[in-house]
Protein backbone atom coordinates (compact mmCIF):
# COMPACT_ATOMS: atom_id res chain seq x y z
CA UNK A 1 0.00 0.00 0.00
CA UNK A 2 1.46 3.11 -1.13
CA UNK A 3 2.03 6.61 1.37
CA UNK A 4 -0.78 9.59 0.86
CA UNK A 5 2.25 11.12 0.50
CA UNK A 6 3.16 9.69 -3.09
CA UNK A 7 -0.54 10.12 -4.03
CA UNK A 8 -0.48 13.93 -3.23
CA UNK A 9 2.69 13.80 -5.67
CA UNK A 10 0.75 11.96 -7.88
CA UNK A 11 -1.86 14.28 -7.50
CA UNK A 12 0.94 17.37 -7.98
CA UNK A 13 1.86 15.82 -11.11
CA UNK A 14 -1.90 16.23 -12.44
CA UNK A 15 -2.18 19.70 -11.94
CA UNK A 16 1.10 20.37 -13.28
CA UNK A 17 -0.05 19.00 -16.97
CA UNK A 18 -3.62 19.56 -16.55
CA UNK A 19 -4.24 21.91 -19.56
CA UNK A 20 -7.74 21.07 -21.44
CA UNK A 21 -11.42 21.45 -20.02
CA UNK A 22 -12.18 18.31 -18.48
CA UNK A 23 -8.82 17.60 -17.56
CA UNK A 24 -9.43 21.21 -15.41
CA UNK A 25 -13.07 19.42 -14.05
CA UNK A 26 -11.03 15.97 -13.12
CA UNK A 27 -8.24 17.27 -11.40
CA UNK A 28 -10.91 19.46 -9.30
CA UNK A 29 -12.48 16.11 -8.48
CA UNK A 30 -9.75 14.24 -7.31
CA UNK A 31 -8.51 17.56 -5.41
CA UNK A 32 -11.96 17.33 -3.94
CA UNK A 33 -12.03 13.56 -2.99
CA UNK A 34 -8.97 13.53 -1.96
CA UNK A 35 -8.64 16.62 0.15
CA UNK A 36 -12.47 17.47 1.19
CA UNK A 37 -13.82 14.19 1.13
CA UNK A 38 -16.58 15.64 3.42
CA UNK A 39 -17.70 17.85 0.79
CA UNK A 40 -17.89 15.06 -2.04
CA UNK A 41 -21.23 13.17 -3.70
CA UNK A 42 -20.23 10.45 -1.83
CA UNK A 43 -20.07 11.71 2.07
CA UNK A 44 -22.97 14.31 2.95
CA UNK A 45 -23.01 16.88 -0.09
CA UNK A 46 -26.65 18.36 0.53
CA UNK A 47 -26.78 19.57 3.85
CA UNK A 48 -30.36 20.71 4.77
CA UNK A 49 -31.23 19.21 1.39
CA UNK A 50 -28.93 22.13 -0.35
CA UNK A 51 -25.49 22.80 -1.42
CA UNK A 52 -23.21 23.97 1.73
CA UNK A 53 -21.44 27.44 1.56
CA UNK A 54 -17.89 27.20 1.97
CA UNK A 55 -14.71 29.16 3.04
CA UNK A 56 -13.54 28.96 -0.70
CA UNK A 57 -9.70 29.27 0.85
CA UNK A 58 -10.04 25.68 2.71
CA UNK A 59 -11.50 24.05 -0.18
CA UNK A 60 -8.06 23.34 -2.09
CA UNK A 61 -9.73 22.18 -5.26
CA UNK A 62 -12.07 25.20 -5.58
CA UNK A 63 -9.45 27.44 -5.29
CA UNK A 64 -7.93 25.27 -8.01
CA UNK A 65 -10.52 25.48 -10.41
CA UNK A 66 -11.21 29.01 -9.92
CA UNK A 67 -9.24 30.58 -12.36
CA UNK A 68 -10.56 28.24 -15.36
CA UNK A 69 -14.07 29.16 -15.03
CA UNK A 70 -15.49 31.96 -17.00
CA UNK A 71 -18.33 33.97 -15.84
CA UNK A 72 -19.04 36.26 -18.56
CA UNK A 73 -19.99 33.22 -21.46
CA UNK A 74 -22.92 30.64 -21.87
CA UNK A 75 -19.82 27.67 -20.94
CA UNK A 76 -18.08 27.46 -18.21
CA UNK A 77 -14.46 27.31 -20.38
CA UNK A 78 -13.37 26.82 -23.68
CA UNK A 79 -14.44 23.45 -24.74
CA UNK A 80 -12.40 22.91 -27.94
CA UNK A 81 -15.63 22.01 -29.90
CA UNK A 82 -17.12 20.13 -27.15
CA UNK A 83 -20.67 20.73 -25.47
CA UNK A 84 -19.56 18.07 -22.64
CA UNK A 85 -16.20 19.12 -21.09
CA UNK A 86 -17.21 22.59 -19.82
CA UNK A 87 -19.76 20.89 -17.62
CA UNK A 88 -17.15 19.02 -15.86
CA UNK A 89 -16.56 22.67 -13.67
CA UNK A 90 -20.21 22.97 -13.13
CA UNK A 91 -20.37 21.27 -9.49
CA UNK A 92 -17.31 23.82 -8.73
CA UNK A 93 -19.07 26.83 -10.45
CA UNK A 94 -21.92 25.82 -8.34
CA UNK A 95 -20.02 25.46 -5.11
CA UNK A 96 -18.00 28.64 -5.92
CA UNK A 97 -21.68 30.08 -6.63
CA UNK A 98 -22.83 30.02 -2.88
CA UNK A 99 -20.21 32.72 -2.10
CA UNK A 100 -20.00 34.48 -5.37
CA UNK A 101 -22.96 34.55 -7.09
CA UNK A 102 -21.80 35.43 -10.49
CA UNK A 103 -20.15 31.80 -10.87
CA UNK A 104 -23.95 30.49 -9.51
CA UNK A 105 -25.51 32.51 -12.36
CA UNK A 106 -22.56 31.17 -14.85
CA UNK A 107 -23.46 27.52 -14.21
CA UNK A 108 -27.03 27.71 -14.67
CA UNK A 109 -26.38 28.85 -18.02
CA UNK A 110 -24.12 26.07 -18.96
CA UNK A 111 -27.07 23.65 -17.88
CA UNK A 112 -29.61 26.12 -19.70
CA UNK A 113 -27.21 25.69 -23.09
CA UNK A 114 -26.64 21.82 -23.06
CA UNK A 115 -30.37 21.31 -22.50
CA UNK A 116 -31.95 23.76 -24.58
CA UNK A 117 -29.35 24.60 -27.54
CA UNK A 118 -26.79 21.92 -27.91
CA UNK A 119 -27.77 19.17 -30.91
CA UNK A 120 -29.25 16.08 -29.80
CA UNK A 121 -28.91 12.63 -30.71
CA UNK A 122 -32.36 10.88 -32.87
CA UNK A 123 -33.29 9.79 -29.35
CA UNK A 124 -33.08 13.02 -27.14
CA UNK A 125 -29.13 11.97 -26.00
CA UNK A 126 -27.42 15.42 -25.73
CA UNK A 127 -24.60 15.66 -27.90
CA UNK A 128 -21.08 16.06 -26.80
CA UNK A 129 -20.14 17.76 -29.59
CA UNK A 130 -21.10 21.52 -29.92
CA UNK A 131 -21.57 21.65 -34.16
CA UNK A 132 -23.38 18.48 -34.54
CA UNK A 133 -24.98 15.07 -32.89
CA UNK A 134 -22.13 12.87 -31.79
CA UNK A 135 -21.86 10.56 -28.48
CA UNK A 136 -18.98 9.82 -26.70
CA UNK A 137 -19.04 7.74 -24.08
CA UNK A 138 -16.80 10.81 -21.79
CA UNK A 139 -19.84 12.77 -21.74
CA UNK A 140 -21.45 10.56 -18.74
CA UNK A 141 -18.60 11.67 -16.73
CA UNK A 142 -18.87 15.75 -17.15
CA UNK A 143 -22.61 16.10 -17.87
CA UNK A 144 -25.20 14.02 -16.05
CA UNK A 145 -23.42 14.43 -12.64
CA UNK A 146 -23.53 18.20 -13.02
CA UNK A 147 -26.94 18.39 -14.09
CA UNK A 148 -27.55 15.50 -10.74
CA UNK A 149 -26.00 18.12 -8.41
CA UNK A 150 -27.85 21.35 -10.32
CA UNK A 151 -30.94 19.24 -10.07
CA UNK A 152 -31.00 18.83 -6.10
CA UNK A 153 -29.60 22.34 -5.85
CA UNK A 154 -32.57 23.87 -7.37
CA UNK A 155 -34.97 21.10 -5.83
CA UNK A 156 -35.58 19.89 -9.32
CA UNK A 157 -36.76 16.48 -9.40
CA UNK A 158 -37.15 16.48 -12.93
CA UNK A 159 -33.94 17.56 -14.19
CA UNK A 160 -32.38 14.74 -11.39
CA UNK A 161 -34.16 11.99 -13.10
CA UNK A 162 -33.18 13.72 -16.32
CA UNK A 163 -29.67 13.30 -15.35
CA UNK A 164 -29.72 9.85 -15.03
CA UNK A 165 -32.30 9.17 -18.81
CA UNK A 166 -29.17 10.80 -20.46
CA UNK A 167 -27.07 7.70 -19.36
CA UNK A 168 -29.88 5.52 -20.23
CA UNK A 169 -29.77 7.17 -23.72
CA UNK A 170 -26.56 7.25 -24.07
CA UNK A 171 -26.16 3.45 -22.98
CA UNK A 172 -28.62 3.04 -25.48
CA UNK A 173 -26.83 4.08 -28.43
CA UNK A 174 -23.34 2.70 -27.31
CA UNK A 175 -23.61 0.01 -25.46
CA UNK A 176 -22.73 -3.51 -26.84
CA UNK A 177 -23.53 -7.26 -26.32
CA UNK A 178 -20.39 -7.31 -23.88
CA UNK A 179 -22.19 -4.92 -21.65
CA UNK A 180 -19.04 -2.69 -22.53
CA UNK A 181 -20.15 0.53 -24.44
CA UNK A 182 -18.65 1.82 -27.54
CA UNK A 183 -16.30 4.88 -27.76
CA UNK A 184 -17.68 7.42 -30.22
CA UNK A 185 -20.64 7.19 -32.65
CA UNK A 186 -21.58 10.13 -35.05
CA UNK A 187 -21.03 10.99 -38.49
CA UNK A 188 -17.40 12.74 -38.09
CA UNK A 189 -15.09 11.33 -35.34
CA UNK A 190 -16.04 7.76 -35.37
CA UNK A 191 -14.56 5.07 -32.64
CA UNK A 192 -16.44 1.91 -32.51
CA UNK A 193 -14.42 -0.15 -30.32
CA UNK A 194 -13.99 -0.86 -26.56
CA UNK A 195 -11.92 1.99 -25.23
CA UNK A 196 -11.25 0.85 -21.27
CA UNK A 197 -10.65 4.67 -20.66
CA UNK A 198 -14.43 5.25 -22.10
CA UNK A 199 -16.09 2.77 -20.20
CA UNK A 200 -14.43 4.24 -17.21
CA UNK A 201 -15.96 7.85 -17.71
CA UNK A 202 -19.23 6.25 -18.19
CA UNK A 203 -18.90 4.25 -15.13
CA UNK A 204 -17.74 6.54 -13.18
CA UNK A 205 -19.85 9.24 -14.47
CA UNK A 206 -23.21 6.86 -13.71
CA UNK A 207 -22.03 6.48 -9.96
CA UNK A 208 -21.40 9.92 -9.24
CA UNK A 209 -25.11 10.08 -10.83
CA UNK A 210 -26.49 7.47 -8.28
CA UNK A 211 -24.90 9.00 -4.99
CA UNK A 212 -26.28 12.16 -5.92
CA UNK A 213 -29.61 10.26 -5.68
CA UNK A 214 -29.02 8.23 -2.83
CA UNK A 215 -27.43 11.18 -0.61
CA UNK A 216 -30.56 14.04 -1.68
CA UNK A 217 -33.68 13.98 -0.44
CA UNK A 218 -34.60 12.81 -3.61
CA UNK A 219 -33.69 9.10 -2.70
CA UNK A 220 -37.33 7.27 -2.65
CA UNK A 221 -38.40 9.44 -5.56
CA UNK A 222 -35.60 8.22 -7.84
CA UNK A 223 -35.31 4.31 -6.91
CA UNK A 224 -36.32 3.45 -10.09
CA UNK A 225 -33.28 5.60 -11.75
CA UNK A 226 -31.28 3.91 -9.44
CA UNK A 227 -31.69 1.01 -10.12
CA UNK A 228 -31.01 1.41 -13.81
CA UNK A 229 -27.56 3.45 -13.24
CA UNK A 230 -27.20 0.26 -10.54
CA UNK A 231 -27.27 -2.15 -13.62
CA UNK A 232 -25.97 -0.33 -16.14
CA UNK A 233 -22.35 0.14 -13.93
CA UNK A 234 -22.66 -3.21 -13.39
CA UNK A 235 -22.79 -4.35 -16.94
CA UNK A 236 -19.53 -2.31 -17.88
CA UNK A 237 -17.52 -4.02 -14.70
CA UNK A 238 -18.55 -7.32 -15.68
CA UNK A 239 -17.12 -6.60 -19.23
CA UNK A 240 -14.03 -5.27 -17.92
CA UNK A 241 -13.48 -8.08 -15.72
CA UNK A 242 -14.23 -10.28 -18.14
CA UNK A 243 -11.31 -9.28 -20.54
CA UNK A 244 -9.12 -8.72 -17.58
CA UNK A 245 -6.37 -11.02 -19.58
CA UNK A 246 -3.70 -9.07 -20.20
CA UNK A 247 -0.16 -10.04 -18.82
CA UNK A 248 0.69 -6.76 -17.46
CA UNK A 249 -2.32 -7.24 -14.84
CA UNK A 250 -3.99 -4.07 -16.53
CA UNK A 251 -6.87 -3.26 -18.27
CA UNK A 252 -5.71 -3.20 -21.91
CA UNK A 253 -6.66 0.42 -24.05
CA UNK A 254 -8.82 -1.75 -26.40
CA UNK A 255 -10.35 -4.25 -23.91
CA UNK A 256 -11.12 -6.84 -26.37
CA UNK A 257 -7.74 -6.33 -28.50
CA UNK A 258 -4.67 -8.33 -27.58
CA UNK A 259 -2.56 -6.04 -29.84
CA UNK A 260 -2.72 -3.11 -27.06
CA UNK A 261 -0.68 -2.53 -23.79
CA UNK A 262 -2.11 -2.95 -20.63
CA UNK A 263 -2.85 1.20 -19.31
CA UNK A 264 -3.06 2.84 -15.87
CA UNK A 265 -5.80 5.08 -16.66
CA UNK A 266 -9.24 2.93 -17.69
CA UNK A 267 -7.45 0.53 -14.94
CA UNK A 268 -7.66 3.39 -12.39
CA UNK A 269 -10.75 4.66 -12.82
CA UNK A 270 -12.83 1.45 -13.70
CA UNK A 271 -11.36 0.22 -10.09
CA UNK A 272 -12.51 3.27 -8.23
CA UNK A 273 -15.88 2.90 -9.40
CA UNK A 274 -16.19 -0.73 -8.30
CA UNK A 275 -14.95 0.44 -4.58
CA UNK A 276 -17.45 3.30 -5.28
CA UNK A 277 -20.38 1.20 -6.23
CA UNK A 278 -19.51 -1.29 -3.39
CA UNK A 279 -20.49 1.52 -0.68
CA UNK A 280 -23.32 2.88 -2.61
CA UNK A 281 -24.97 -0.71 -3.45
CA UNK A 282 -22.99 -2.96 -1.30
CA UNK A 283 -25.85 -6.12 -1.98
CA UNK A 284 -25.09 -5.80 -6.01
CA UNK A 285 -21.33 -5.07 -6.09
CA UNK A 286 -19.63 -7.53 -2.98
CA UNK A 287 -16.41 -8.87 -2.59
CA UNK A 288 -16.07 -10.39 -6.02
CA UNK A 289 -15.97 -6.67 -7.38
CA UNK A 290 -13.50 -5.09 -4.39
CA UNK A 291 -10.98 -8.30 -4.70
CA UNK A 292 -10.37 -7.08 -8.32
CA UNK A 293 -10.43 -3.34 -7.78
CA UNK A 294 -7.65 -3.96 -5.13
CA UNK A 295 -5.67 -6.17 -7.51
CA UNK A 296 -5.67 -3.49 -9.86
CA UNK A 297 -5.25 -1.14 -7.40
CA UNK A 298 -1.92 -3.03 -6.41
CA UNK A 299 -0.63 -3.15 -10.25
CA UNK A 300 -1.23 0.21 -10.86
CA UNK A 301 0.44 1.25 -7.29
CA UNK A 302 3.18 -0.88 -8.69
CA UNK A 303 3.69 1.78 -11.68
CA UNK A 304 3.96 4.98 -9.85
CA UNK A 305 7.44 6.96 -10.14
CA UNK A 306 8.29 7.89 -6.55
CA UNK A 307 10.35 10.23 -7.47
CA UNK A 308 8.24 12.37 -10.17
CA UNK A 309 4.43 11.14 -9.29
CA UNK A 310 4.23 9.85 -12.66
CA UNK A 311 2.26 6.59 -13.61
CA UNK A 312 3.05 4.72 -16.47
CA UNK A 313 1.83 3.48 -18.89
CA UNK A 314 -1.04 5.69 -19.91
CA UNK A 315 -2.76 6.11 -22.84
CA UNK A 316 -2.10 9.58 -24.71
CA UNK A 317 -5.05 11.38 -23.50
CA UNK A 318 -5.62 13.25 -26.49
CA UNK A 319 -4.85 9.78 -28.96
CA UNK A 320 -6.60 7.11 -27.84
CA UNK A 321 -4.89 5.08 -30.71
CA UNK A 322 -1.58 6.31 -30.15
CA UNK A 323 0.13 3.10 -29.38
CA UNK A 324 3.12 4.40 -28.18
CA UNK A 325 2.60 4.29 -24.25
CA UNK A 326 2.26 7.87 -22.33
CA UNK A 327 5.07 8.23 -19.94
CA UNK A 328 5.07 12.15 -19.19
CA UNK A 329 1.80 12.29 -16.58
CA UNK A 330 -1.48 12.03 -18.32
CA UNK A 331 -3.79 14.74 -16.58
CA UNK A 332 -6.90 12.37 -16.59
CA UNK A 333 -4.65 9.20 -15.62
CA UNK A 334 -2.87 10.78 -12.47
CA UNK A 335 -6.63 11.72 -11.42
CA UNK A 336 -8.07 8.82 -11.69
CA UNK A 337 -5.29 7.14 -9.31
CA UNK A 338 -5.76 9.69 -6.99
CA UNK A 339 -9.61 9.12 -7.44
CA UNK A 340 -8.84 5.30 -6.65
CA UNK A 341 -6.96 6.10 -3.85
CA UNK A 342 -9.96 7.83 -2.34
CA UNK A 343 -12.30 5.14 -3.06
CA UNK A 344 -10.37 2.79 -1.61
CA UNK A 345 -9.90 4.58 1.42
CA UNK A 346 -13.49 5.56 1.80
CA UNK A 347 -14.55 1.74 1.13
CA UNK A 348 -11.95 0.93 4.23
CA UNK A 349 -13.56 3.69 6.54
CA UNK A 350 -17.54 2.13 5.20
CA UNK A 351 -15.79 -0.97 6.50
CA UNK A 352 -14.96 -0.15 9.65
CA UNK A 353 -18.15 1.80 10.16
CA UNK A 354 -20.34 -1.50 9.53
CA UNK A 355 -17.99 -3.57 11.99
CA UNK A 356 -18.50 -0.70 14.83
Known amino acids: MVSPTLINTVLAKAIEVATHSW??????EAILEWRNASLSIWDHPFPNNNIPTLNLDKVPALTYVKPFIRTDNVTLVDGDGAAGDPASLGIPALLIGKSQPSYYSAAIRQANHLLTAVPRWSNGAISHREAYPELW???IYMVPPFLA?????SNDVGLLKAAANQCKLYRD??????GLWLHI???HTKDLALWSTGNGWAAAGMSRV???????QYSHQTAAEQTLLEDMVKAILNGAIKLDVDESGLLRNYLDNATWFGEISGTSILAATAFRMAILSPGKFGK????????????????????TGIVAPAINPLNWHDMTPYTSGSPEGQSFVVLLHAAYRDWEEAKKSKRN
Do not use: R
Not at 23 to 28: C, F, N
Not at 149 to 153: D, F, H, L, N, R
Not at 210 to 216: F, R
Open 23 to 28: EYGTVS
Open 137 to 139: ADF
Open 149 to 153: YYGVA
Open 173 to 178: VLVTNS
Open 185 to 187: VGN
Open 210 to 216: LAAMKNS
Open 288 to 307: AYTDWAKKKMDVVDGKIDKG
